[in-house]
T-cell receptor, first 115, second 114 residues
Framework: GAGVSQSPSNKVTEKGKDVELRCDPISGHTALYWYRQSLGQGLEFLIY????????KSGLPSDRFSAERTGGSVSTLTIQRTQQEDSAVYLCASSPRGGKNNEQFFGPGTRLTVL | GENVEQHPSTLSVQEGDSAVIKCTYS??????FPWYKQELGKGPQLIIDIRSNVGEKKDQRIAVTLNKTAKHFSLHITETQPEDSAVYFC?????????????FGTGTRLTIIP
């Protein structure tokens, strides 16, 4: 079946502009995660949605970052007033209901470049 | 919160030899330890995981060991092949039956030399 998809695959923007990154999780998956991967670094947790519960925003690095998940499916990560240090690959993952197996299924990521 | 350290950051081995990647974690309550493989241009993919009620798990050429007392776990790849070249991430979380967030290590870039 279809995996996690993300769009755009690449985004180049100018410093100070806002960007929106989209994630389409696997159908039926209740949990959705956003991570940031800077060059040569690990995966930095940003935000986590689980069903209808309030999202865990503890990883968002500043108030310029926000995310929504509409209808329990598609999610959008918004970065306002982008800075050069925001340049990274942004990865989305989803996980099925019943988390005995916590496997997270990752999308291919969106590579963001802030000039 | 949880902190996961991973070593080495880069590793090169001859094809056919074994590779070992090691991770330590800080939160003694963590009980789920997955390993992800990330190939160039793709998202990470789960390759093996272990829970704290076992000390070792094996799946063909890959195995993971866990030492809860010392709070470290390792990935072992035997008879390495060129397609094993990738970045490997360890992670830790508390599996309470829900979808808990993972804390990842910083990754190991494994290169298999033909």
């Amino acid at each position: 079946g279809a995996g996690v998809s993300q769009s755009p695959s690449n985004k180049v923007t100018e410093k100070g502009k806002d960007v929106e990154l989209r994630c389409d999780p696997i159908s039926g998956h209740t949990a959705l995660y956003w991570y940031r991967q800077s060059l040569g670094q690990g995966l930095e947790f940003l935000i986590y949605f689980q069903g209808n519960s309030a999202p865990d925003k503890s990883g968002l690095p500043s108030d310029r970052f926000s995310a929504e998940r509409t209808g329990g499916s598609v999610s959008t990560l918004t970065i306002q007033r982008t800075q050069q240090e925001d340049s990274a690959v942004y990865l989305c993952a989803s996980s099925p209901r019943g988390g005995k197996n916590n496997e997270q299924f990752f999308g291919p990521g969106t590579r963001l470049t802030v000039l | 919160g949880e902190n996961v350290e991973q070593h080495p950051s880069t590793l090169s081995v001859q094809e056919g030899d074994s590779a070992v990647i090691k991770c330590t974690y800080s939160d003694s309550a963590s009980n789920y330890f997955p390993w992800y493989k990330q190939e160039l241009g793709k998202g990470p993919q789960l390759i093996i995981d272990i829970r704290s009620n076992v000390g070792e798990k094996k799946d063909q050429r890959i195995a993971v060991t866990l030492n809860k007392t010392a709070k470290h776990f390792s990935l072992h790849i035997t008879e390495t092949q060129p397609e094993d070249s990738a970045v490997y991430f360890c992670a830790a979380s508390i599996d309470s039956g829900g979808n808990e967030k993972l804390t990842f290590g910083t990754g190991t870039r494994l290169t298999i030399i033909p």
